[in-house]
């Protein structure tokens, strides 16, 4: 399946690159910084905390841990086919499910060390992990046909270990909480079922208060950090989802294209929502309680796939780590660190053929949901050649007219905005055919 999407995702690229060079538009995306190649060469889940990022390397039995610029503060290593994280909120404690060892590590923050494991039972290969009502549960196998939760009483002595009396799941579900209302927990399905239930663990057993068959096969899972809604990314959508966690109800939708694979929420609701590849941006960026976005990224070089549950927030929201997997195998961390700024959206049109020795005029627009300011202009060049600046009127068009050289029947015309103390940058390409 993960085969199927990248090779339709390349196939959209593809096309797109088509379509431009047919002179019809462009458009422009803000790129990640970064770029850093990761001592791993599989990849979980990514997490971030005050001052590390953490990837968790199933193939590779470790947990990373970066700094926020990227580099490697330590290798982990010893951890059974690491997979789900879950970090306690004064952020000393990171809990790990190894389902290689049947069991859950637990690993001191400041030293980087393992410190305890905690077995979950034969064959229970725990997966995705969440914290909530003083205890931490995790998704497991709990049958040869149905999977469960359990939960560990992390504040003992000796960790008690509880299994799911009414195991209900077809796949280990995806688990989420938020420090917002410490005594729930959302749970959804993974793969080959439909299903998401809210519980109550105040009582330290699962109090299930919502159920929705309108979801499953969910990549991701991220919670407001009030508590009140999850917003899920599954892949055969093209578009992100946020339910009301009292009935799960539907309450809004982002609208951010085919195969939705991560999810992360900031500490004051800002929502970062990750694509497999299959357009002109990864990651789109939301504000607290709007759908749409005022920030895309791309991650870059192109044809890397951000990777499943890939995307997290640093908790100040100040900065955003995204990790992907390009062809060549390894894994690749992209830091985005100016947030605050909203895209620069530039389209073009000119005409697909032009007479040679006749000028064509290219029209456009510059866009974002932030206002620009007053008296703007863009950057023009043909072929990497510098042409006169276009000045940008308050609706945000404009339109250059240009005669190319009589052996210069493929022009590329390239449009750039510098970006401003409240955009980033933007740029644009199209390609005229000219003809005798």
């Known amino acids: 399946?993960?085969?199927?999407?990248?090779?339709?995702?390349?196939?959209?690229?593809?096309?797109?690159?088509?379509?431009?060079?047919?002179?019809?538009?462009?458009?422009?995306?803000?790129?990640?910084?970064?770029?850093?190649?990761?001592?791993?060469?599989?990849?979980?889940?990514?997490?971030?905390?005050s001052h590390h990022v953490y990837v968790s390397a199933p193939g590779d039995d470790a947990v990373l841990a970066t700094d926020h610029d990227g580099q490697v503060v330590k290798k982990v290593e010893g951890l059974d086919g690491a997979r789900g994280m879950a970090e306690s909120a004064d952020e000393s404690t990171l809990y790990v499910a190894l389902p290689d060892a049947d069991a859950i590590s637990v690993i001191d923050t400041a030293t980087l060390t393992e410190t305890r494991r905690i077995p979950t039972g034969a064959d229970t290969e725990p997966e995705s992990v969440a914290l909530a009502g003083g205890r931490l549960f995790f998704g497991y196998q709990a049958t040869s046909f149905n999977a469960g939760i359990g939960s560990v009483a992390i504040g003992g002595a000796i960790p008690a270990v509880s299994l799911d009396e009414n195991p209900v799941w077809y796949g280990k579900p995806r688990l989420a909480s938020s420090p917002g209302t410490p005594d729930r927990l959302v749970a959804a399905e993974s793969q080959g079922a439909l299903g998401m239930r809210v519980y109550d663990v105040g009582s330290g057993t699962l109090q299930e208060t919502a159920y929705s068959d309108a979801i499953g096969d969910v990549e991701d899972v991220a919670m407001t950090p009030d508590g009140s809604s999850v917003i899920t990314a599954n892949g055969s959508n093209y578009y992100h989802q946020r339910w009301r966690l009292s009935d799960l109800t539907e309450e809004a939708q982002y609208d951010t294209g085919p195969y939705p694979n991560s999810v992360a929420v900031d500490s004051h609701g800002t929502?970062?929502?990750?694509?497999?590849?299959?357009?002109?941006?990864?990651?789109?960026?939301?504000?607290?309680?709007?759908?749409?976005?005022?920030?895309?990224?791309?991650?870059?070089?192109?044809?890397?796939?951000?990777?499943?549950?890939?995307?997290?927030?640093?908790?100040?929201?100040?900065?955003?780590?995204?990790?992907?997997?390009?062809?060549?195998?390894?894994?690749?961390?992209?830091?985005?660190?100016?947030?605050?700024?909203?895209?620069?959206?530039?389209?073009?049109?000119?005409?697909?053929?032009?007479?040679?020795?006749?000028?064509?005029?290219?029209?456009?627009?510059l866009t974002s949901l932030v206002p620009f300011p007053e008296h703007m202009a863009v950057a023009v060049t043909r072929n990497g050649v510098e042409l006169p600046d276009a000045t940008v009127g308050p609706d945000g068009t404009f339109n250059f007219s240009d005669t190319p050289p009589d052996w210069n029947t493929y022009p590329q015309y390239t449009v750039t905005y510098a970006g401003d103390a409240r955009h980033v940058p933007g740029t644009a390409t199209v390609m005229v055919e000219f003809v005798r």
Do not use: C
């Open 1 to 49: 399946m993960r085969l199927r999407r990248r090779v339709a995702g390349v196939a959209l690229v593809l096309a797109a690159a088509s379509f431009n060079l047919l002179g019809a538009s462009g458009t422009a995306a803000a790129q990640a910084r970064g770029g850093i190649v990761l001592p791993v060469r599989s990849h979980w889940q990514t997490l971030a905390d």
């Open 271 to 365: 929502v970062a929502a990750g694509i497999v590849a299959g357009g002109d941006w990864d990651v789109y960026v939301y504000r607290p309680g709007e759908t749409a976005a005022y920030r895309t990224v791309a991650l870059s070089p192109g044809y890397a796939d951000l990777v499943d549950r890939g995307v997290a927030w640093a908790p100040d929201g100040n900065r955003l780590f995204t990790t992907r997997f390009p062809y060549s195998g390894e894994v690749v961390l992209d830091i985005i660190t100016d947030l605050s700024k909203a895209s620069s959206t530039i389209t073009l049109s000119a005409p697909a053929t032009n007479p040679i020795g006749t000028p064509v005029t290219v029209t456009g627009k």
